[in-house]
């Protein structure tokens, strides 16, 4: 069946156009599945287009690196966390091997700006890795050290907004205490070397999970929707709560200071919940580019802009018919760069 041309998504590619390149803090997720059958030539043209300055691989992908050196567009590498493991207990010797096998070899260092060691490691990882995450962390650290890039290069590992025990309101925010044997350690190694918490969330499983706890328009960043009053503070959207939720969770472990990086956010487009439809997921995403383009901060840190990486950049379904994963529903394109939806978009190129 065909789809009908979507006005919805339309606006929302013509958003992202419209994104300078000088103050952005938008990037695209490009999940390893993807990362694998995309021509790397398309990727980097649409990231062009559409001025995105930043991209997150999910593990070192060398013809996409490689196409996007001398680009200026600059990159999270990932590492899978099948290959955590190895990297704790090799040592510095190891992570410096991985880097130049895998990383510096094909993009330009100057354009690697994070490091995502694993991802959501306490929710897809096997628990005998978890012990050995922030080890890797500290080797990969050491390597860039030795390597002189350690100033530039920063490293985290992405976790799920589900580790908070305790989301509302922000200023309760608390992490859930079986994440704390993992999420502790990190948060050291992350205030030591200045380098951000990764959180990826979903907000669209969190309404359909509460769909009466907060209106959908509190999701979808509407300006009619409620705001959440809280210690003097007025939240109009779910992003900035969950952010300062984190926020909120880090100073009362005794962290403070420590950016947040969104490493992954969406709404799917389709699905078996009524919410998730075109206009919703443009609605949203469109709130979140809007934000990029104001560099406006949370009600907590009103002057800290907010870097996020959308999900996904491909659409990359493999017609399993499982409509209850609303992840194969998110993504802006085709693996052969046209729009994932049948539609004439009208931007210029």
Not at 320 to 333: A, D, M, W, Y
Request: hydrophobic fraction near 45%; charged fraction near 10%; charge should be positive.
């Amino acid at each position: 069946m065909t789809n009908k041309p979507s006005s919805s998504l339309a606006l929302l590619l013509l958003l992202l156009l419209l994104v300078p390149r000088a103050d952005a803090h938008i990037g695209m997720c490009v999940p390893l599945v993807a990362a694998k059958l995309v021509a790397p030539a398309v990727l980097v043209k649409l990231l062009k287009v559409h001025s995105i300055s930043m991209v997150r691989l999910f593990a070192p992908v060398p013809g996409i690196l490689t196409a996007l050196k001398g680009t200026g567009i600059m990159a999270m590498v990932g590492v899978a966390n099948e290959h955590i493991v190895p990297l704790s207990l090799g040592g510095q010797d190891a992570a410096l091997r991985w880097l130049k096998m895998q990383v510096l070899p094909f993009l330009d260092p100057k354009q690697l700006r994070y490091l995502g060691v694993g991802n959501e490691v306490l929710h897809l990882a096997d628990a005998l890795v978890i012990p050995h995450v922030v080890p890797a962390m500290n080797n990969l650290h050491k390597a860039l050290q030795q390597l002189g890039l350690d100033g530039a290069v920063k490293i985290s590992s992405p976790l799920a907004s589900n580790i908070l025990g305790v989301s509302m309101p922000p200023s309760a925010g608390a992490f859930n205490p079986l994440s704390l044997p993992l999420v502790r350690p990190m948060l050291k190694f992350l205030q030591d070397t200045g380098s951000p918490l990764m959180v990826n969330t979903y907000p669209f499983q969190t309404f359909t999970q509460n769909p009466l706890n907060q209106a959908l328009n509190f999701f979808l960043f509407h300006q009619n929707a409620p705001p959440v009053k809280d210690n003097g503070r007025s939240y109009t959207n779910i992003l900035d709560a969950i952010v300062d939720a984190m926020v909120a969770a880090m100073e009362r472990q005794g962290f403070s200071g420590i950016p947040v990086s969104v490493t992954g956010t969406g709404w799917p487009m389709a699905g078996n919940n009524k919410a998730a439809t075109p206009a919703n997921a443009a609605a949203f995403v469109q709130g979140v580019v809007q934000r990029a383009l104001e560099g406006t901060g949370t009600p907590m840190r009103p002057k800290q802009g907010m870097e996020v990486f959308l999900s996904n950049m491909f659409n990359h379904r493999n017609n399993s018919g499982n409509e209850t994963n609303h992840e194969v529903h998110l993504g802006f394109f085709n693996l052969d760069g046209t729009p994932a939806v049948n539609a004439t978009f009208g931007l210029a190129h």
